[in-house]
């Protein structure tokens, strides 16, 4: 069991109506229970809860006068996740996947698959199928890629990204994601904390499918699978970014952190972990 205090703050210059769609609250699974849980704004606001996407990830939903806003979220996360051993995970069969998973195959707006598909098996279709196999394709894009903030935009793909080399973290969980699905394993985009991250801000890492469970892989190798806490998933990024405008607001400040409250974690990323 672990235990992990995360939490941000978001400042806003609002300079007209704007609505805003957060997605920074954690996740509640039985691997991952929250306690001491607190959101607020400055000035107070009404805010909706609601929950959307395939796997009803939470959203709050608030409709901001011009105003300075301040928005500060806090939470203990317990997290108890399911270890194995890599080489005791295998792949799933596609005529075996439950329906839900199946949609984590296809192409998506940063995730294109279709077009990577060809590199995709001739780079890694002749491995040994199983965990290994989608942990050396998060280690090829970490060799081939540089990690090098700005480098990237909000229109930027998994195949831009190979012909640039260059990313974020939601550009190698892109590139990771699309490569999985190009030899057929179902993958998946994560949005979250992670303990100790640098620089700190909200985490993009990615899961597959394997042997029936979601198995987490941080490609960026910046953080441990055993230090992610999961705020919510989707086909990529845009189906779980951290804030959602209509209207006009700027961005004054973005504070986000993730800290264990026990013995530090180990910084391998060999454990297969899964906390879905």
Sequence with gaps: MTKIQIGSKLVYQVRQPTIFLLKIAAASTQHQVLSDESLTFDPQIDVEQCQVGLEGNRLHRLVVQPCQLSIAYQATAELTPEIERPRDVGESEAAQMPP???????????CESDLLARFAFEEFGQLDPGFGRVQAICDWVN???????????????????????????????HLAITLCRGIGIPARYVSGYAVDLQPPDYHGFMEAFLDGHWYLFDPTRLASTLGLVRIGVGRDAADVAFSTLTGTAAMLEKNVWATSLGSQLPSSQDPAVSTA
């Design 100 to 110: 839900e998973v199946l949609t984590y195959m296809n192409p998506s707006r940063y």
């Design 143 to 173: 060799r081939h890629l540089e990690y090098s903030p700005g480098s990237t935009t909000a229109t930027t793909t998994a195949s831009d990204v190979l012909l640039q080399r260059t990313g974020v973290c939601r550009d190698y969980a």
